[in-house]
């Protein structure tokens, strides 16, 4: 595996190192000891799979707070989606800074985001399929948000949004939390 640290400190972007061979490849998609190598989460304690019908549908920007603050290891197992990770640590000298970047099967890239951050992805395909680790159990009273297109934050998503959950459409903007 190869890592790839983002502008956001402590944030990585992850590429197979793949082994080709007429069948097809074999690639890590983690490996507790590459992890342990770049002083990175290897506690992970739940795996999430979402399927994304439509092209242009967001889910997020999400995060949980303190004792349930989460690690995630996102990748797209089919199709495509732009995956979008935000610096919420106060003392982060990148604080309210995003970062984004495409996750496809085609790519094969991993993002690895730290606590601390809030995160959501479009989809840029119909039917991604995104699956991702995560190090805390999920913790509803303790989940929150960000508003996708919070001017606070200014994400430039690739496309016309075409879906979110009602949730995520109703998250507050920073000024006001
Ligand atoms: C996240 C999650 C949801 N659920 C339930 C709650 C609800 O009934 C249903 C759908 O939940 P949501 O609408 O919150 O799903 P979704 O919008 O896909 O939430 C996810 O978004 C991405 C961007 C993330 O980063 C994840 O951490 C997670 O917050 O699944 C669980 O049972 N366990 C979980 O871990």
């Not at 549908?57 to 197992?77: D, F, N, P, T």
Request: aromatic content about 12%.
């Amino acid at each position: 595996m190869n890592f790839t640290e983002t502008p956001l400190q402590g944030a990585y972007l992850i590429s197979l190192e793949k082994r080709e061979d007429k069948r097809g490849f074999f690639a890590r998609s983690f490996c507790i000891q590459e992890f342990n190598m770049h002083n990175l989460e290897t506690q992970f304690v739940q795996g999430n799979v979402s399927f994304n019908v439509k092209a242009g549908l967001i889910r997020g920007m999400h995060y949980q707070h303190g004792e349930h603050a989460e690690v995630k290891l996102v990748s797209c197992l089919s199709g495509s989606i732009y995956d979008v990770i935000v610096d919420l640590r106060e003392d982060s000298p990148t604080y309210m800074q995003w970062f984004g970047a495409e996750l496809s099967a085609q790519n094969g890239k991993l993002m690895y985001v730290p606590r601390g951050f809030a995160h959501g992805y479009q989809a840029l395909s119909d039917g991604a399929l995104v699956h991702y680790m995560v190090s805390a159990c999920y913790a509803p009273d303790a989940e929150d948000g960000l508003k996708y297109d919070d001017p606070a934050i200014g994400i430039k998503w690739p496309m016309a949004v075409t879906e979110t959950s009602p949730k995520d459409s109703v998250w507050p903007l920073i000024r006001k939390i």
